[in-house]
């Protein structure tokens, strides 16, 4: 991804001149930045001190939408876990919605923006579209924090079941290893019973599990399961003899699971596993969509999105669609902080220009320059800039200070390592 600058100058005769002069400065003769023009529409003014108030406002709003932005995109990333490759082509703007809009990626979105006048009516105060605005980017930061949650836990739930039945035969699940028959049931004076011996003692243990109590069923023994550390045997023993056999293989460090073959036990073992992936499918679909009011159309997401043989669809098509809601309103925060800040800056009427570039990241340094030296006059031409005033959005104290209108919009918070 990348880095934008977004900024503005006030209009000479004409915008159009501000943006030529611009073009000519950093590109036409040093190739210092890839500029397009940031299509603002005429939104509604009001009084200095609600624009004053408001600027300080939209820096809050910026930095909350900003992180709502980056917690959706790196929850995608999280949720895919294996194919986070896939993260990137599914971090779009307008995609997911609709299958009649046009999904575009990022940077495309920024260049080529343009006021989504059915969102945020142009018609209403700034005021009211920056509330709009917050009020839609909390509802997505709730929604994700639920879901993140029994997400979570389920799949927590799942990982332990999965260690269990995965982990080391000292403390694993034996539902799909011991059968029926490698067990004496029902009887009242024998045992079988389940030792674990490391590979390096498979000699000792054939040497010496007959003589580890009296009363152990000579010839008994038998290798049932191994794994690349150690192996599990069998053995069968009088019930009488159960405690000493125990404590003798113990100091010859044999390890006897504490183990009693139960069909029904077993049997409710393997369906938990199953349970929990069923459930974390429904919980997926229904914790992601009831209580939200939009409806999802179905559609294809790329590449087989699959947890313990779930389907993370639904949850991926919830995270592109509230990624995409974020996104956009991070961008029209962008676009409302310019205006602001052009008229406190520039003046009435509104006469401004602007303009999104793409630095060349080896020319930062001299793209800074070029545009200090082309707009330095504003310095002193500005109508309310003064370092001494403790004006919202102005703190001079607390961000960067250029005599233009600037904002960055940085892409790189949404880079990932797969």
Request: hydrophobic share 40%; with cysteine.
């Amino acid at each position: 991804m990348t880095e934008f600058w977004l900024i503005s100058a006030p209009g000479e005769k004409t915008c159009q001149q501000t943006w030529d002069k611009l073009m000519v400065a950093t590109t036409r003769t040093n190739n210092l930045s890839a500029n397009n023009k940031f299509n603002i529409p005429d939104l509604k003014v009001g009084t200095l001190d609600v624009l004053v108030g408001l600027s300080d406002e939209l820096a809050k709003l910026d930095t909350f939408v900003e992180s709502v932005v980056k917690k959706v995109a790196q929850y995608m990333a999280d949720v895919l876990e294996d194919s986070r490759d896939k993260v990137q082509e599914n971090l779009l703007a307008n995609g997911g919605k609709c299958a009649s809009m046009i999904k575009l990626d990022l940077v495309t979105y920024i260049t080529r923006f343009q006021w989504d006048m059915a969102k945020y009516p142009i018609k209403q105060s700034l005021k009211n579209i920056s509330e709009i605005i917050s009020k839609q980017a909390s509802q997505i930061d709730n929604d994700l924090k639920a879901r993140a949650s029994a997400y979570n836990n389920l799949k927590g739930n799942l990982q332990n079941l999965e260690r269990k039945n995965a982990g080391s035969l000292l403390t694993r699940s034996l539902a799909d290893i011991v059968k029926k028959e490698d067990f004496i049931v029902d009887s009242e004076y024998l045992i079988t019973m389940l030792v674990v011996v490391q590979k390096t003692g498979y000699a000792d243990w054939q040497k010496t599990y007959e003589t580890l109590a009296e009363m152990v069923v000579p010839r008994s023994t038998k290798l049932l399961f191994e794994d690349h550390d150690s192996g599990l045997f069998s053995v069968t023993l009088f019930r009488k003899a159960i405690d000493d056999f125990k404590h003798k293989a113990r100091e010859n460090k044999f390890t006897v699971r504490d183990f009693q073959y139960n069909e029904e036990e077993l049997k409710a073992d393997k369906e938990e596993m199953t349970r929990l992936c069923t459930d974390k499918k429904k919980q997926f679909v229904r914790l992601l969509f009831s209580a939200y009011s939009v409806t999802v159309e179905k559609e294809d997401v790329p590449g087989a999105f699959l947890y313990c043989g779930c389907n993370l669809g639904p949850l991926v098509r919830w995270l592109k669609v509230n990624f995409s809601e974020a996104f956009i309103a991070w961008i029209h925060i962008k676009a409302l902080r310019v205006f602001v800040e052009s008229v406190l800056r520039y003046g009435l009427p509104v006469n401004f220009q602007a303009m999104l570039l793409q630095p060349n990241k080896k020319n930062m340094k001299k793209l800074r320059e070029v545009l200090s030296d082309l707009y330095k006059h504003l310095d002193s031409s500005a109508a309310i800039i003064d370092a001494a005033m403790d004006i919202p959005g102005l703190n001079l104290s607390q961000q960067e200070y250029y005599p233009y209108v600037y904002y960055k919009i940085d892409c790189n918070l949404l880079d990932f390592k797969v």
